[in-house]
């Protein structure tokens, strides 16, 4: 059921988040935990008047496309050891996804701790990251521009903050990203209290705008980079020649940027890089109608798709009549014959996730009824918020 948050409440949820996640620490002064907390909805069982399994439902917004679409970030699935086995967690998932629905939120995501467990209610890999590891040497290919500046210290610094917050906000009206966290203000002081040692470093061109960003931090000997965004060669450059600036301190150099990165093009020798693609996140399509109104699709003006079967959010299950009109996309339930046909999760990997229908199509996972031409664009996912 969905909880009060009353004192009371709360004084039932710590104690249970802090022995299911081994925190030693009051949570009730950890503002990482409540600013969370504050902005999301709980959900919990109780057995012998005891809370005894426990789900946050924190308030996003994702980006797809041209398309702000609610979302909500599950985090804190928790049970004490006695109780597991009693099915409390699958009851409070379904519960929680009805929910959303009545209140308009079309998409969950979170990060898993078993994708079979979370792929029983729906949810499918879809976001990705890309990391790089880079033998120091590498960097010796690249050198200072002549034009612009590095500027250099920690989110705390209100010109450097409100500089990335503008990078990001760019990145988020491009149109092209899809299933990225819209930051909220709270949720980027939140960055600040999570990650306490990280610094920041910008490049800023000739008339002193904001052209690339990197979160970067020390870990003993390695310069790990947490999140990197750049709009041109000149400023990625810059970044690079920063980030080998410390190899007299640093014998290791990590890169995590999203999976459509291409990074490694910028090096003229690729033989001291390892790369790595890794899952970090699952997404969970709730109205499957806008979430497919929000993607961009080519080929075709209108196709009809299935979802074959949907048991914990049945209202999706059935054809949808997909129709590009100039620009604008609408999605509908249909009487139509299907073009093509499979599960909400397979169809989370085309919409959602980094496969193209195609793709689907040939690995089996996507059924093609008809002659249709229709491919929907992959966007690119900068996602780097953990919940």
């Known amino acids: 059921m969905k909880l009060d948050k009353t004192n009371e409440i709360l004084d039932e949820v710590v104690p249970l988040i802090q022995y299911a996640f081994l925190k030693t620490n009051d949570?009730?002064?950890?503002?990482?935990?409540?600013?969370?907390?504050?902005?999301?909805d709980s959900y919990g069982i109780f057995h012998d008047g005891k809370l005894a399994s426990y789900i946050m439902a924190i308030h996003f917004a994702s980006q797809i496309f041209d398309h702000q679409i609610k979302m909500s970030g599950i985090g804190y699935v928790s049970s004490y050891p006695e109780n597991r086995g009693r099915g409390d967690i699958s009851k409070l998932m379904k519960e929680i996804l009805e929910d959303l629905h009545?209140?308009?939120v079309s998409l969950s995501n979170l990060a898993p701790w078993s994708e079979t467990f979370y792929r029983q209610y729906g949810y499918e890999n879809s976001i990705y990251q890309k990391t790089y590891s880079i033998e120091p040497t590498m960097?010796?290919?690249?050198?200072?521009?002549?034009?612009?500046?590095?500027?250099?210290?920690?989110?705390?610094?209100?010109?450097?903050?409100?500089?990335?917050?503008?990078?990001?906000?760019?990145?988020i009206n491009a149109g092209e990203e899809r299933n990225t966290v819209i930051r909220a203000k709270w949720w980027w002081h939140r960055l600040e209290t999570?990650?306490?040692?990280?610094?920041?470093?910008?490049?800023?061109?000739?008339?002193?705008?904001?052209?690339?960003?990197?979160?970067?931090?020390?870990?003993?000997?390695?310069?790990?980079?947490?999140?990197?965004?750049?709009?041109?060669?000149?400023?990625?450059?810059?970044?690079?020649?920063?980030?080998?600036?410390?190899?007299s301190s640093c014998t290791e150099?990590?890169?995590?940027?999203?999976?459509?990165?291409?990074?490694?093009?910028?090096?003229?020798?690729?033989?001291?890089?390892?790369?790595?693609?890794?899952?970090?996140?699952?997404?969970?399509?709730?109205?499957?109608?806008?979430?497919?109104?929000a993607v961009k699709f080519v080929g075709e003006k209108t196709a009809n798709l299935e979802v074959t079967e949907d048991d914990i959010c049945p209202w999706n299950a059935g054809v949808w009549h997909l129709v590009n009109n100039s620009g604008e996309t609408s999605c509908v339930k249909t009487s139509a014959k299907p073009d093509f046909t499979g599960s909400i999760t397979n169809w989370t990997k085309v919409l959602l996730g980094h496969l193209t229908l195609k793709q689907a199509i040939n690995l089996g996972l996507i059924k093609k009824l008809s002659s249709?031409?229709?491919?929907?664009?992959?966007?690119?996912?900068?996602?780097?918020?953990?919940?």
């Not at 949570?27 to 999301?40: E, P, V």
């Not at 690249?142 to 990145?171: E, H």
């Not at 000997?221 to 190899?247: M, Q, R, S």
């Not at 990074?263 to 693609?277: A, K, N, V």
């Open 102 to 104: 009545d209140e308009g």
């Open 139 to 171: 960097f010796k290919y690249f050198k200072l521009p002549k034009t612009g500046k590095i500027v250099r210290g920690n989110w705390s610094n209100p010109t450097l903050s409100s500089l990335i917050k503008k990078l990001y906000q760019k990145q």
């Open 27 to 40: 949570l009730k002064k950890d503002n990482n935990f409540m600013s969370c907390y504050r902005h999301s």
């Open 372 to 387: 249709s031409k229709l491919e929907f664009l992959n966007g690119k996912v900068s996602f780097y918020d953990y919940f």
């Open 253 to 293: 150099f990590e890169i995590t940027a999203p999976e459509d990165s291409l990074l490694e093009e910028y090096f003229p020798d690729q033989s001291g890089l390892s790369i790595s693609i890794w899952p970090y996140m699952m997404s969970r399509i709730v109205d499957f109608g806008e979430i497919a109104s």
């Open 194 to 247: 999570y990650y306490p040692s990280r610094y920041v470093a910008i490049y800023v061109d000739e008339n002193q705008a904001p052209q690339a960003y990197m979160f970067y931090r020390f870990t003993n000997k390695k310069f790990k980079v947490d999140e990197i965004y750049y709009t041109n060669a000149t400023a990625i450059t810059a970044l690079l020649n920063f980030i080998g600036g410390h190899i």
